[in-house]
């Protein structure tokens, strides 16, 4: 299996950017990590293993990013304010400089890419479908933490609100970027068992469905955990489906 790095300096993150990529053709698909994760945890926790056959085949190629924005808010070291801000660049990150990076490597200048992720991961998968359909048709959102307002103890900010597609959407109005939206689809799978919170996957469904955005909630069952063993298995359905 092929895999290359990417490493550079951006003035959009507190830290080194870095990417990776497995695989050598086909579709490509962003998967964010999950909340404390770097850009190689998804290799670690072997859900690159649980789509190698799809990746040998030339149907996806799988790229990933460090979550800074995911450990800014987990660690509780930072203000609110600056982990908001952090939030709202790392989205700016994700499609001025992720983007293009990827569009470059896949030698098509206007290629879609699918974006994929587990609990504050699906945050991320799905807040960039929503607010970059122009680039991104497809959201894997897996066990999704989607409501992230408990880290902000009671102080909204317009970072934060423009960042989190349960806030900003019920008020976007008619337009380009919600026509758009409409022909996308946000896929909402998840456990039922230990860990997992199956309302978050539902209230962002209500939202969604309010604004005409195609969604779907799965339901994997009560002897389906919030941890990467059931996101093993997930992952791979939806990539063979979609991609």
């Known amino acids: 299996m092929q895999k290359e790095h990417w ?3 951006s003035e959009r993150l507190p830290e080194p950017a870095r990417v990776v990529r497995w695989g050598h053709y086909g579709t490509p698909v962003l998967l964010f990590p999950t909340a404390g994760g770097d850009y190689e945890e998804v290799e670690r926790f072997h859900l690159i293993g649980a789509v190698a056959e799809l990746i040998a085949a030339g149907r996806v190629k799988i790229y990933s ?5 995911g450990r800014h808010w987990l660690r509780g070291e930072d203000s609110p304010e600056y982990c908001s801000r952090v939030q709202n660049l790392y989205d700016a990150f994700v499609y001025h400089e992720v983007a293009p990076l990827i569009r470059n490597d896949c030698r098509t200048a206007d290629i879609e890419i699918i974006v994929a992720g587990a609990s504050i991961g699906a945050f991320n998968a799905a807040a960039t479908v929503c607010r970059h359909p122009d680039v991104f048709r497809l959201a894997i959102a897996m066990s999704g933490t989607f409501d992230l307002s408990k880290y902000l103890h009671g102080r909204m900010n317009l970072d934060f609100y ?3 597609p349960l806030h900003y959407l019920p008020a976007l109005a008619d337009g380009p970027q919600l026509a ?3 022909e996308r689809l946000v896929l909402l799978p998840t456990g039922e068992g230990q860990w997992e919170d199956v309302g978050e996957s539902w209230r962002l469904a209500r939202v969604l469905g309010a604004k005409g955005v195609p969604n779907r909630v799965e339901l994997w069952g009560k002897d389906r955990d919030h941890n990467w063993e059931t ?3 997930m992952l791979p359905k ?3 489906e979609h991609a």
């Open 7 to 9: 490493t550079w300096n």
């Open 65 to 69: 990013i460090d979550s800074i924005a």
């Open 162 to 164: 423009y960042s989190s």
């Open 180 to 182: 758009r939206l409409r």
């Open 231 to 233: 996101w093993r298995e």
């Open 238 to 240: 939806y990539l063979k």
